[in-house]
């Protein structure tokens, strides 16, 4: 593993990155899934800060893994922190160590930025799960959800009366796309009462 370099993702990475996309979108039996195009990620990748950054990992054949990651502020902590997207190896250089010394070089961004490091993975992904424990990660027992445009969209078309949960519920002028459960605001009196 000595020939091994791993550096940030630049520009001219983004044709391999959209490669190794597709490669990880066909891995886990979903390649519809992958929908970038080149211009979406030049354009992300080129702006100031960056919406995404990388780390890409070569060998003596060219390049054969890369993680991906954005910098994320959570409000728990007060802080930013490092959400990865992926970690990718391609399949001719898997059992290598390539996975670790990607963490390895993102630990070392995190440590020098004092941020923790968060990502998510497929349960049953066992090549992850000793991979992630051999770094000294731990999971945390949460279930992602995720909304797609379709399903947002299909709801806010519902028409639904407005919740009951509180009495004195005021409707937003819009009637959607404000704050509050169901296009509507809940608005309290200083009294506590719901007004």
């Not at 520009?11 to 039996?29: Q, S």
């Not at 390649?31 to 990992?57: K, N, S, W, Y």
């Not at 296009?183 to 009196?189: E, K, Q, S």
């Amino acid at each position: 593993m000595s020939d091994l370099t791993v550096r940030p993702m630049v520009a001219a990475d983004v044709p391999m990155l959209l490669d190794m996309l597709r490669e990880l979108a066909a891995f886990t039996g979903d390649p519809a899934a992958m929908t970038a195009q080149r211009a979406d990620l030049d354009e992300a990748l080129a702006e100031v800060p960056p919406r995404f950054r990388g780390l890409i990992a070569e060998d003596g054949s060219g390049v054969v893994g890369y993680v991906s990651y954005i910098i994320d502020y959570s409000v728990w902590t007060g802080g930013d922190f490092i959400r990865v997207d992926d970690v990718y190896v391609r399949e001719r250089a898997r059992g290598r160590g390539i996975g670790r010394q990607l963490m390895r070089a993102l630990a070392d961004i995190a440590v020098s930025q004092a941020m923790r490091v968060r990502w998510e993975m497929a349960s049953d992904n066992a090549d992850a799960h000793r991979l992630y424990a051999g770094i000294g990660a731990a999971p945390e027992n949460k279930t992602i959800w995720r909304w797609p445009v379709a399903s947002m969209e299909a709801f806010l078309d519902r028409s639904e009366p407005p919740p009951s949960t509180a009495e004195g519920a005021v409707p937003s002028e819009a009637g959607r796309g404000l704050p509050g459960e169901d296009g509507f605001i809940l608005v309290l009196r200083r009294d506590g009462g719901a007004g």
